[in-house]
């Protein structure tokens, strides 16, 4: 069992930055893969990055290449998302999501553990 808890959302004018963490309360954070998603209303979560186990291998959605980072810290049992270069369109909610071996790092639908979300907006 994991246990997931988000942190970091808030309020922002485009091109600010905000630096999102995702703390492993419960498991062994260090054998999932770990992953980024967002949704809006009335829309699906989508993919924003993920994580190998190591840290070793990071992908990213072409959206947010060159604005966004993922990276992890497996002593402090912590998931990043650096965002920088904010946009109105990067409003959302941000889940963090672990699996230990996904079929796809892209599909949320491959991710079994989910944190509770934490609201990023970004007003114009």
């Known amino acids: 069992q994991v246990q997931l808890v988000e942190s970091g959302g808030g309020l922002v004018q485009a091109g600010d930055s905000l630096r999102l963490s995702c703390v492993c309360t419960?498991?062994?954070?260090?054998?999932?893969?770990m992953g980024w998603f967002r949704q809006t209303p009335g829309k699906g979560r989508e993919y924003v990055a993920a994580?190998?186990?190591?840290?070793?291998?990071?992908y990213r959605a072409d959206y947010v290449e060159g604005r966004f980072t993922i990276s992890r810290d497996n002593v402090k049992n912590t998931l990043y998302l650096q965002m920088n270069s904010l946009k109105p369109e990067d409003t959302a909610v941000y889940y963090c999501?672990?699996?230990?071996?996904?079929?796809?790092?892209?599909?949320?639908?491959?991710?079994?553990?989910w944190g509770q979300g934490t609201q990023v907006t970004v007003s114009s």
């Open positions: 994580i190998s186990r190591s840290g070793d291998n990071t």
């Open positions: 419960e498991g062994i954070f260090s054998d999932y893969v």
């Open positions: 999501a672990a699996e230990r071996d996904p079929a796809s790092y892209f599909f949320p639908s491959m991710y079994d553990y």
